[in-house]
């Protein structure tokens, strides 16, 4: 397999060096770690969001820092969580006395290395919350998880939150926002290959040239079912049923959706589903508010894509359009 | 708890300096290197199997880490050792093995005497508890540590045992809970997902509680120019909470009958 990749062992050090000399008046990398933070870290007077996880999901996590969004961003190995020692440099950094929100996405290492770091931030007079993305129905317990998988919904979490914290509101408000959008969004994805790490070289898992797998998880681990391959109209109405069964929206709500691209999915394809998901909305009764669709959460090179909808109010509409300034998402009033 | 007076924490033994500290974390480190293909492979059958390298290079990172302290207090070797292994180790090993050892050492505040070590154990026991959600009869490192946690404390507590026989039936009790992985089936962590598959496998993260007592035994008997005391094998191995049953939990996992 094809990768523009030096050593496998340096492949994150290096994409952090490169992200920071792409956005080197904004992002900047704390000495000895993986850690990226706004270049201004700490904030004064602004709760502090920050979050992590594994690399390899690009933009996410550290291309959502910025303006409206997060303070900083600790990135793992690929697809492994960050050390707890990483979330507590970030926590440090991030921290301008006004507390700090953990935005962690619902896998074992994850929750656990960030729940150490937030207890040992804690020992040191830092007040830290936290909130568990889990917006993947899919499954309910997964080979990295117990309960659903947090995935591209929390790009959700991000915007809203940094919003509100952007707005000057206290770490209780900035955290009931993150979970006003935890419980109202709901995530479901199809792998159509599988994706190929730097070190493995080859596919994670096989997936025949005729097969999906429905309801894929973002390190390409196991998702409900394996099925033939079927015209994206087939699919697109699979992953969105199985989202909006979950989240039993009266009719007439008004909801944000993402077609997000595991990686390796071309836009054109993305623009495709979004398509027959904007169709299938309208005949369920719903309202679309706004529709996202690119690269949000991405699985390596895996081709595939994941639907998110979340149900929006007067509060949640205002913050997820607020501007926003990041190298990844950006917002303008 | 007693034993905040200098005068009982002498009665239990003397306050054991930094150096043997040092010394008992250079041993483990030793010990993991030795074990680090058998850790890999008991990781293998039912993780990612990379177990065994881990906790070697953890540990090692861990003595040297401990080494180059200016003032090894026991306190700051054991905070040293878990930030150390928290660095290197990773995973959820990481935050188990190390994190519980940052918090655990907050115990040590008058250095290590029998009190404040059933202190330090009772800490470290309960942080792994609570981050890993998991209890005795989940398959994990639990099922060592508790009954090593609670003989060491009805030793020195109840029994009055000196502190090396209370540390040898504290390691003896975590034998037996290591054994008692291999019948039962995983319950947290990655193994979990094998469900009835699991059954038949010692569980690594136990045999690695096991392996760091064992070495701390060794050290303390060095230190204290004792042998290794006997021990009879009658102390209580699952103590007050033994696994209301080890199969069938009725979560609607798979069963028996699911598995190919």
């Known amino acids: 397999m094809k990768k523009l990749i030096n050593e496998p062992d340096d492949v994150v050090d290096e994409m952090l060096d490169g992200m920071t000399a792409a956005y080197p008046d904004r992002l900047r990398r704390l000495p000895d770690t993986q850690v990226l933070v706004r270049d201004d870290a700490p904030v004064e007077g602004k709760v502090a969001l920050v979050t992590g996880g594994g690399s390899g999901h690009e933009p996410t996590h550290a291309g959502y820092v910025g303006d409206g969004m997060l303070d900083g961003a600790a990135a793992g190995d690929v697809f492994s969580s960050p050390t707890a020692d990483e979330f507590e440099a970030l926590i440090d950094a991030c921290d301008a006395g006004d507390g700090v929100l953990a935005i962690i996405k619902n896998y074992e290492g994850d929750v656990m290395n960030f729940e150490t770091a937030i207890e040992l931030a804690e020992m040191e007079g830092v007040e830290v919350e936290s909130v568990v993305v889990n917006d993947d129905v899919a499954v309910e317990d997964s080979l990295y998880t117990s309960g659903r998988r947090g995935v591209c919904g929390t790009i959700l979490v991000h915007k809203a939150a940094g919003a509100k914290a952007a707005a000057g509101a206290d770490l209780s408000e900035v955290k009931r926002v993150a979970e006003k959008v935890i419980d109202n969004v709901g995530t479901m994805g199809t792998a159509l290959t599988s994706c190929v790490t730097p070190e493995k070289g080859e596919p994670t898992f096989d997936l025949g040239d005729d097969e999906i797998e429905l309801g894929i998880g973002i390190h390409g681990e196991p998702g409900t079912e394996r099925t033939e391959l079927m015209p994206a109209d087939e699919i697109t109405d699979a992953l969105t049923e199985a989202v909006l069964d979950d989240l039993d929206l009266d009719d007439g709500r008004e909801v944000l959706t993402i077609v997000n691209g595991m990686g390796g999915t071309p836009q054109m394809e993305l623009f495709v589903v979004n398509r027959r998901l904007q169709e299938l909305l309208g005949e369920r009764g719903l309202e679309t508010w706004d529709a996202w669709v690119g690269d949000y959460m991405t699985s390596l090179d895996m081709m595939g894509a994941s639907v998110t909808v979340c149900a929006v109010d007067d509060e949640l509409k205002e913050l997820l359009g607020a501007p926003a300034d990041t190298p990844a998402l950006t917002r303008t009033q | ?260």
């Open chain 2, 1 to 260: 708890m007693s034993g905040e007076e200098d005068g009982e924490a002498a009665s239990a033994g003397e306050a054991t300096d930094g150096a043997a500290v040092v010394a008992a974390v250079e041993a483990v480190a030793d010990r993991f290197e030795s074990e680090r293909d058998h850790l890999t492979e008991l990781d293998s059958a039912i993780g990612d199997a990379d177990h065994g390298g881990n906790m070697a290079r953890g540990w090692a990172a861990a003595a040297e880490a401990a080494r180059d302290l200016d003032d090894p207090d026991p306190q700051a070797v054991c905070r040293t050792v878990g930030k150390t292994l928290m660095a290197e180790v990773g995973g959820a090993s990481g935050p188990l093995f190390g994190g519980s050892f940052v918090f655990a050492s907050a115990e040590l505040d008058d250095g290590v005497t029998a009190e404040s070590a059933v202190a330090f154990a009772e800490t470290y026991l309960e942080k792994v508890e609570d981050r890993g959600d998991a209890r005795v009869g989940d398959q994990t490192v639990v099922d060592a540590l508790t009954p090593a946690v609670h003989t060491f404390k009805k030793s020195v507590e109840t029994d009055d045992l000196p502190p090396l026989e209370a540390l040898a039936k504290a390691v003896d009790a975590a034998e037996r809970g290591v054994a008692f992985t291999v019948p039962i089936r995983a319950r947290k962590g990655r193994a979990s997902y094998l469900g009835w598959r699991s059954v038949g496998h010692q569980d690594p993260g136990a045999t690695s509680a096991l392996f760091i007592l064992e070495e701390l035994l060794a050290t303390a008997a060095d230190a204290l120019d004792s042998e290794v005391p006997d021990v009879d094998a009658t102390s209580p191995t699952i103590p007050d909470e033994a696994p209301e049953e080890t199969a069938g939990d009725g979560d609607g996992d798979a069963t028996p009958e699911d598995e190919d």
